[in-house]
């Protein structure tokens, strides 16, 4: 199947500050890829539709200047959460359609967030 | 309503036993249908496709049922190695795909 490489796969970081959260389609070109936070012991929850070359379409009641997502390139799509807090602590994690291999999604290995 | 809705769990099997879980959808432009298996501080990995005709891979079988808006998952001959979290995911393309997950199962299974 194709492969997402998302990085850093952990991370901690003061409250106040921003954290840059990288995924990478190393097989294929995405133009779009997405990025869920799930919380412990709950569902994966859409924050946003990343678009290369375009503006993010962020879901409802996530906060657009707070989550930042820029989709540079058909293989990087970057999400920073800027001005982290500790309400911010969770797991993220993006994905990708890989065109031409189905319909399923492929995901990074995620990024567990840690605000203190 | 949510979109996706999933038996809530958690599941605690016996090895060998037999376990369905199901799944409800409540959009009928819904196109693709999966299942997800999603270990503790994973991230999650497609498990099976799930078919109008209904399909099957070793211990596990998939049915839709397109009319109803159903989805289930049969797992044959539980093994500890099946204890996770495994997660209904619908996809459809309504001006932009977008891949919906349910809020999970959990199955333990005992020895």
């Known amino acids: 199947g194709a492969v997402v490489s998302q990085h850093p796969s952990w991370v901690i970081c003061k409250s106040g500050t921003s954290v840059k959260i990288e995924c990478r389609s190393l097989d294929f070109q995405a133009t779009t890829m997405f990025w869920y936070r799930q919380f412990p012991k709950q569902s994966l929850m859409l924050m946003a539709t990343s678009n290369e070359g375009s503006k993010a379409t962020y879901e409802q009641g996530v906060e657009k200047d707070k989550f930042l997502i820029n989709h540079a390139s058909l293989t990087l799509s970057t999400l920073t959460v800027t001005s982290a807090h500790p309400e911010d602590s969770s797991f993220y994690i993006c994905?990708?359609?890989?065109?031409?291999?189905?319909?399923?999604?492929?995901f990074g290995q995620g990024t567990r967030l840690t605000v203190v | 309503r949510k979109e996706v809705e999933q038996d809530p769990g958690p599941f605690n099997v016996p090895e060998g036993a037999t376990v369905a879980f199901n799944c409800t959808y409540s959009?009928?432009?819904?196109?693709?249908f999966f299942w997800y298996r999603q270990d503790c501080r994973k991230e999650p990995k497609l498990l099976m496709s799930?078919?109008?005709s209904g399909n099957e891979d070793g211990r596990f079988t998939a049915q839709l049922n397109r009319a109803s808006q159903y989805i289930s998952l049969l797992i044959r001959d539980s093994k500890l190695s099946d204890s996770a979290t495994y997660l209904c995911?619908?996809?459809?393309?309504?001006?932009?795909?977008?891949?919906?997950f349910g809020a999970g199962t959990r199955l333990f299974v005992k020895a």
């Open positions: 959009n009928s432009a819904s196109q693709s």
């Open positions: 799930v078919y109008s």
């Open positions: 994905s990708a359609r890989a065109p031409g291999i189905g319909t399923e999604a492929f």
């Open positions: 995911v619908v996809s459809l393309n309504t001006g932009g795909f977008k891949t919906i």
